[in-house]
């Protein structure tokens, strides 16, 4: 079972649209959640982190359920520009040492 | 803002080259990262650096070495370069904090080994 799994998509949406992403993670010890975002031939950038209460950024909201081990990313109203690969990062402590598991990703694309 | 910048964006190298992958950073980042990113693998650490002169293995070392001389500097090296190894590196640094941290990202060095 990988550590961190997504959904692929891609999850073609409308202009305004709200879309959701959820992602599992396999280990309970992990300690801390985020969200990258990488545009397509460009390097992954932090979206947001995820917060066990929730946080939200704008149009952005991610949640966190640690019972279930998921992790979620909502977006509304859904812009052109948020087409992207939405990568599930799960923080792991190997070696004594903060290490990041990034999932595959999911991709979004949003059409006019 | 972080810049992390990395030596080559496109590289092609022929089967049992010696290829040399360098990254800087400027914000006196303690961690650094090499990952390879492939289609449906996603991103793959390598190896990581969390001092000057040490290292750590990562999930696929196997075929790569690393060096950090000075802090601002990680380097990648494949020592006999194979087609296996065609793929996207990435360099990463990070700063370490309590709870988690963000890892800043270089551009790429897109690696085609013929």
């Known amino acids: 079972r990988k550590?961190?799994?997504?959904?692929?998509?891609?999850?073609?949406?409308?202009?305004?649209?709200?879309?959701?992403?959820?992602?599992?993670?396999?280990?309970?010890?992990s300690q801390s959640f985020f969200w990258y975002r990488q545009d397509?031939?460009?390097e992954p950038k932090l979206l947001m982190s995820v917060y066990s209460s929730g946080n939200e950024d704008?149009?952005?909201?991610?949640?966190l359920n640690r019972a279930s081990q998921y992790i979620s990313l909502l977006i509304r109203d859904s812009k052109l520009s948020d087409s992207a690969t939405?990568?599930?990062v799960v923080n792991m402590n190997r070696y004594n040492t903060d290490k990041l598991i990034f999932g595959t990703g999911t991709r979004l694309q949003v059409f006019p | 803002?972080?810049?992390?910048?990395?030596?080559?964006?496109?590289?092609?190298?022929?089967?049992?080259?010696?290829?040399?992958?360098?990254?800087v950073q400027d914000m006196d980042h303690e961690n650094m990262f090499w990952y390879r990113q492939d289609p449906g693998l996603g991103l793959r650490l390598i190896y990581f650096s969390y001092d000057v002169k040490m290292k750590e293995k990562g999930d696929i070392p196997e075929g790569y070495s690393v060096s950090?001389?000075?802090?601002?500097?990680?380097?990648?090296?494949?020592?006999?370069?194979?087609?296996?190894?065609?793929?996207?590196?990435?360099?990463?640094?990070?700063?370490?904090?309590?709870?988690?941290y963000e890892q800043y990202f270089g551009p790429g060095t897109r690696l085609t080994v013929t």
Do not use: W
């Open chain 1, 3 to 29: 550590e961190v799994e997504q959904d692929p998509g891609p999850f073609n949406v409308p202009e305004g649209a709200t879309v959701a992403f959820n992602c599992t993670y396999s280990n309970s010890a």
């Open chain 1, 40 to 42: 397509c031939r460009k």
């Open chain 1, 58 to 63: 704008g149009r952005f909201t991610a949640q």
């Open chain 1, 86 to 88: 939405y990568l599930c």
């Open chain 2, 1 to 23: 803002d972080v810049k992390v910048t990395q030596s080559s964006r496109y590289l092609v190298k022929r089967t049992g080259e010696k290829v040399f992958l360098e990254c």
């Open chain 2, 68 to 100: 950090r001389e000075k802090k601002e500097r990680f380097s990648l090296i494949l020592e006999s370069a194979s087609t296996n190894q065609t793929s996207m590196y990435l360099c990463a640094s990070s700063h370490p904090r309590q709870g988690g």
